[in-house]
């Protein structure tokens, strides 16, 4: 049906809300990133990990007809269940043009074994990244790779949509020995990050909560480089000659035996206030763990307003598609909203601001 594109990013425009091709009543967004997966490859007939994110130029404007889609949760099944492809593609194989309007089709998945059943399928298939769905008439065509294949599911009492499998490849249109080769979306590795709250024994996770990452975002000004620093202050190790080395967004903490060390790259560097709560200050970037140099921090506070923007998106996405029986997700939103009351305190506090960048750790 489609195979790759090789694209520069700044030629790329998204249209969101759009259901003719030829009105202008949807939204437009710049695109200022693409990424696709690491493990991509493809021939002349199939693409293995067809699947790629692109970053938008601005946050996107939900409304009635525009909503986040979900990413399905581990261990959903969608066997048996219709499943709805969507797109502007051909609608019959041979056709000169695509579709002018938005359209849609119920198919529904096809076994491995059966998908694989024509030695071309059998030789192209991958069936750990791959799925194949297909109804009698009816199925994806040209124009249509890209596009996404989605359904409600039973564990949410079918009121949430979920993005099982995005358009990739196939053999004609609508031929029963033929269907539509779809990529997984579920099993990509974006679901397989868990984070562990509450952990202090890795041999013991009986109490430890654990949350599903679905969403990630990497400062956009984010380098990364290596230096070998002595046992300074902070004046001091803005003084020297590692200077050059170090960012108004770092800061240097270091005790007598106490230090960071390979494996806390992350970590949270906090202060106690008077009372008993903690502010984050920092987070560990770079650490040696001996007594020769001395390690760097990310400043919490010179992000504060990067975190605000982010974290409240992710939260409205995240609300949207978290199931309403799992009254657990309100300790995440809790957690995040306590980080972002202590960064507001610190923000709003000069001899705060001061304890931050001279007391890190007492």
């Avoid at 594109?5 to 939204?27: A, P, Q, S, W």
């Avoid at 695509?98 to 030695?119: F, I, N």
Wanted: charged share 25%.
């Amino acid at each position: 049906m489609g195979y790759a594109l090789l694209f520069c990013r700044i030629d790329l425009t998204v249209y969101v809300g759009m259901h003719d091709r030829l009105d202008d009543k949807h939204l437009k967004y710049g695109v200022t990133n693409g990424v696709k997966h690491q493990k991509f490859t493809s021939n002349a007939v199939r693409d293995i990990n067809d699947i790629a994110v692109l970053t938008l130029d601005s946050r996107m404007k939900f409304s009635e007809k525009i909503a986040p889609i979900c990413l399905p949760d581990k261990g959903m099944e969608f066997d048996g269940i219709p499943l709805t492809v969507a797109g502007w593609g051909k609608t019959r194989q041979g056709a000169l043009t695509s579709s002018r309007h938005l359209l849609e089709t119920k198919v529904k998945q096809v076994p491995g074994d059966k998908c694989m059943k024509s030695t071309i399928y059998k030789d192209n298939l991958v069936s750990e990244t791959m799925m194949c769905a297909y109804s009698y008439g009816k199925d994806a065509c040209q124009g249509d790779s890209g596009g996404p294949l989605f359904s409600t599911h039973e564990r949410t009492d079918n009121s949430k949509w979920y993005q099982v499998g995005i358009v990739s490849w196939g053999i004609d249109c609508a031929m029963p020995d033929y269907p539509g080769v779809y990529t997984i979306v579920a099993k990509d590795d974006i679901t397989q990050m868990l984070v562990l709250i509450g952990l202090d024994n890795l041999d013991n996770l009986e109490d430890v909560e654990k949350r599903n990452i679905t969403s990630t975002v990497i400062h956009e000004k984010f380098t990364s480089s290596t230096a070998s620093l002595k046992i300074l202050t902070d004046e001091e190790c803005l003084k020297s000659k590692l200077a050059q080395h170090l960012k108004p967004t770092m800061m240097c903490a270091f005790s007598k035996g106490k230090d960071g060390c390979q494996g806390d790259i992350g970590a949270p560097v906090m202060q106690r206030y008077l009372t008993s709560s903690f502010s984050l200050a920092g987070v560990v970037s770079s650490s040696s763990c001996d007594d020769i140099t001395s390690p760097l921090y990310t400043r919490v506070l010179d992000h504060a307003a990067w975190i605000y923007r982010y974290m409240y998106d992710v939260l409205d996405e995240h609300n949207y598609c978290k199931k309403e029986e799992d009254d657990s997700d309100d300790v995440t939103e809790a957690v995040l909203v306590r980080i972002s009351m202590n960064i507001l305190h610190a923000l709003s506090n000069k001899r705060s601001q001061q304890q931050l960048q001279k007391r890190i750790l007492q």
